[in-house]
C-alpha cells in the first residue's frame, strides 16, 4: 500500500535507494537497477535522479559507484544505465544497426560484453534503434541476443563475467521487451516453497499502469496459466487481495 500510494519516480527512486544501500547484493538487487534504468523512459529516469538527490542528498550515480555490493565489470555497466538519457523518438538508422549488431555479436563471441562498445550501445541508444539492432542480429546469426548473452561464459571472467551476462540479458528484455522481463520476474519470484514478495510486490505495483496487460499475455503464452490465478495461489489475506486488485480483471 505505502508503495501503491507513492508518486511513480518517488517510488522508483526509494526502491533504488533500498538497493543500492544493502551491504550484500541479493536476489533483487541489480534487477531494480536494471529495471528503473532501462523499463522506463528517459524523462521518468530523469524524473528518479532529480528526487533521489532530493532525498537523500546524494545522486543515485555516487551511490552506484560507492555500493560496496556490486563489483567490476557490474558497476561500470549499471553506473552507464542510470546515467543515460536517451533519445525518445522514433527515428532509426539502419546503417547503424547493422555496424552496431556487428559490433554486439564480435563482444559476445570474443567474450568482450564488458567492453566499452557494449557499453555504449546499450546504454545510449534509443528504444527503437536498439529493438533495430537486436532484430539485425537476429537476421545476420539466426539466434537471438538474448539467447547467446545468456550463453555460458560469454563474457570470460569467471563469476564476475557471469553476473554480468545476467544483467545485460535483462537490460536487453527491458529495452527491447519489458513485458517478456517483467513476465519472468513474476514467475521465478513465486516458483517452489515460499514467496519472493518484495520481488513480486515492485513489479506488479510498479507495471500496473504502465504495461500489465503485455506482460500477463506473455506470461500466459510462456508459461499456460495466468498470473492472477497463479498470485491467488501463492499469496493470501489482504496482501492477495490487493495485488489482485492492480493485476485488473480475469484472464
Not at 516458483?191 to 506470461?219: C, F, H, N, P, W
Request: proline share 2%; hydrophobic share 40%.
Amino acid at each position: 500500500m505505502i508503495l501503491w500510494t507513492m508518486d511513480p519516480a518517488e517510488r522508483d527512486a526509494n526502491l533504488v535507494h533500498e538497493a543500492v544501500k544493502k551491504k550484500k547484493k541479493d536476489e533483487s538487487y541489480v534487477s531494480v537497477l536494471v529495471e528503473v534504468s532501462c523499463a522506463s523512459t528517459p524523462d521518468h529516469l530523469m524524473a528518479v535522479r532529480n528526487i533521489y538527490r532530493k532525498l537523500f542528498s546524494s545522486s543515485v550515480e555516487e551511490d552506484v559507484a560507492s555500493s560496496p555490493a556490486l563489483q567490476e565489470p557490474l558497476k561500470k555497466m549499471l553506473l552507464r544505465l542510470v546515467s543515460s538519457y536517451r533519445y525518445a523518438g522514433e527515428h532509426v538508422d539502419m546503417d547503424v544497426a547493422k555496424l552496431e549488431a556487428a559490433q554486439l555479436s564480435e563482444a559476445i563471441r570474443e567474450k568482450r560484453l564488458h567492453g566499452d562498445e557494449v557499453a555504449r550501445i546499450i546504454s545510449t541508444r534509443s528504444k527503437p534503434q536498439l529493438r533495430a539492432t537486436f532484430q539485425q542480429y537476429k537476421d545476420d546469426q539466426g539466434t537471438d541476443i538474448v539467447e547467446d548473452i545468456g550463453s555460458s561464459n560469454c563474457c570470460g571472467g569467471g563469476g564476475g563475467g557471469n553476473q554480468l551476462a545476467g544483467m545485460l540479458r535483462s537490460a536487453v528484455l527491458c529495452l527491447a521487451s519489458p513485458e517478456k522481463h517483467f513476465a519472468e520476474v513474476i514467475r521465478y519470484s513465486i516458483l517452489g516453497l515460499g514467496t519472493y514478495e518484495d520481488m513480486l510486490t515492485r513489479v506488479i505495483v510498479s507495471r500496473a499502469e504502465v504495461d500489465m496487460e503485455q506482460i500477463k499475455e506473455e506470461y500466459r503464452a510462456r508459461y499456460g496459466s495466468a498470473v492472477s490465478l497463479d498470485v491467488a495461489g501463492d499469496t493470501s489475506f489482504g496482501y492477495r487481495d490487493m495485488l489482485l486488485a492492480l493485476l485488473g480483471g480475469q484472464e
